[in-house]
């Protein structure tokens, strides 16, 4: 099952995504968890304070954190993922299990700001495809930049933004039910 939970900056679309991939875990007999990380830790800015926030969040929870720590070009999902340990995560240890994917921005980002050999919206559209196939619930946090002025003077965003819109509605397809969050209220759609 997928489930996609939407919300602009702040909003409590981590926590909402959270808490539903929490209940889905512990009504299937308590499956594995996994939180899968998709910003750079070299992305810069407020990133590491960032991740020490969304890590704080999930304290206690029973997730076990993976980074996404390669390219999507030519994705092998066993390759793609990485422990703190930075060796591979096997694919059966995510068969049948809860993953939450923390977020499709980043997700997106990484694929159309490296330099991939296939299309990024291809790219990112197989690896979701193979993700939802292999867990048995996939809970993804998307963000919600479309209610604000886009910059699209910028040729490099104006292609992110495009290919996140593209994402979002391929996750939105795969999903048995959407939420937006705004101001920590969930809206199902």
Known sequence: MVILVSGGASSGKSAWAEKIACNLGASHGGLPLFYLATLDKKSGGDTPQRILRHRALRSGKGFDTLELCVSLDGFHLSR???????????????????????????LVARAVFSNLKS?????VEQFLESLSRICMNLVVVTNEIFLEELNLADEG???YYASLARANRIVGKM???????????????
């Open 175 to 189: 999903a048995r039910t959407v939420y937006h969050v705004v101001a920590g209220i969930p809206l199902e759609l």
């Open 80 to 106: 793609a993922l990485s422990g703190g340990n930075e060796e591979f995560v096997a694919l059966p240890s995510l068969t049948g299990s809860t993953v939450l994917l923390e977020d499709m921005g980043n």
């Open 119 to 123: 299309s990024p919206d291809n790219a």
């Open 157 to 159: 965003m104006g292609s």
